[in-house]
């Protein structure tokens, strides 16, 4: 059985920085490219933003405008664990952050897609205060 557990979510303030860690049991993260997406209040699943990937077989990254320059992605293969380094956090940064592994090797292509994901995490929640 496959799963992925995010940890590491809470409340920070404005400017302030969380460390996002996602575990997997049962699958391998290097097997496939891994994400992070988050999802705004009021949004549908369907409506995840990818905010950062990091791409199998190479490791480039991937990082949405808004988050280009404040977070960074990284995977350690021995812990079977990818994390999320989040800086200088906004307001505007909304609450759940899950991680989903690509359904199939190169189907992102060049951005992390929420519709083609074969595993998800159940999310941590980030909140940001002024």
């Known amino acids: 059985q496959v799963q992925l557990v995010e940890s590491g979510g809470g409340s920070v303030q404005a400017g302030g920085s969380l460390r996002l860690s996602c575990a997997a049991s049962?699958?391998?993260?290097?097997?496939?490219?891994m994400g992070w997406f988050r999802q705004a209040p009021g949004k549908e699943r369907r409506e995840r933003e990818g905010?950062?990937?990091?791409?199998?077989?190479?490791?480039?990254?991937y990082y949405a405008d808004s988050v280009k320059g404040r977070f960074t992605i990284s995977q350690d293969t021995a812990k079977n664990t990818v994390y999320l380094q989040m800086n200088s956090l906004k307001r505007e940064d909304p609450d759940m952050y899950y991680c989903?592994?690509?359904?199939?090797?190169?189907?992102?292509?060049?951005?992390?897609?929420?519709?083609?994901?074969?595993?998800w995490g159940q999310g941590t929640q980030v909140t940001v205060t002024s």
């Open positions: 905010v950062a990937a990091i791409y199998t077989g190479g490791g480039s990254t």
């Open positions: 989903a592994a690509e359904r199939y090797k190169g189907t992102w292509d060049t951005t992390p897609d929420p519709h083609d994901c074969s595993y």
């Open positions: 049962g699958y391998t993260t290097s097997s496939n490219s």
